[in-house]
Nanobody
């Protein structure tokens, strides 16, 4: 059974950078689209970035475009989220998740960032706090 573990969160000043990792065990990620999501206190979980299994497609929320980069290393069974120029509004718990097989098929292999319920396996999250 797939298990996802996020790491790399922490406290960083505005303008700083962090790299989050999502390591998988129990199953390979090579055939799955993977998304990064975040949830701030009192707010709904929102999609940040996703990457297709073939690496041909990456998608970003408008709020992070140009600052965040999602990538994957299939040999290491790991997906990364490089976050630069961090802002206070980036604060939250960051989760990685696997997009369900049926939604990958239904959307012709595209990763879908806007539908949280399309993702069926989630990590426990890692806290990111951007503050001076």
């Amino acid at each position: 059974q797939l298990q996802l573990v996020e790491s790399g969160g922490g406290l960083v000043q505005p303008g700083g950078s962090l790299r989050l990792s999502c390591a998988a065990s129990g199953s390979t990620l090579n055939y799955d689209n993977i998304g990064w999501f975040r949830q701030a206190p009192g707010k709904e979980r929102e999609g940040v970035a996703c990457i297709s299994k073939s690496e041909s497609g990456t998608y970003y929320a408008d709020s992070v475009k140009g600052r965040f980069t999602i990538s994957r290393d299939n040999a290491k069974n790991t997906v990364y989220l490089q976050m630069n120029s961090l802002k206070a509004e980036d604060t939250g718990v960051y989760y990685c998740a696997r997009q369900s097989a049926w939604s990958q098929s239904a959307w012709s292999g595209l990763c879908v960032l806007s539908r949280v319920n399309f993702y069926d396996s989630w990590g426990q999250g890692t806290q990111v706090t951007v503050s001076s």
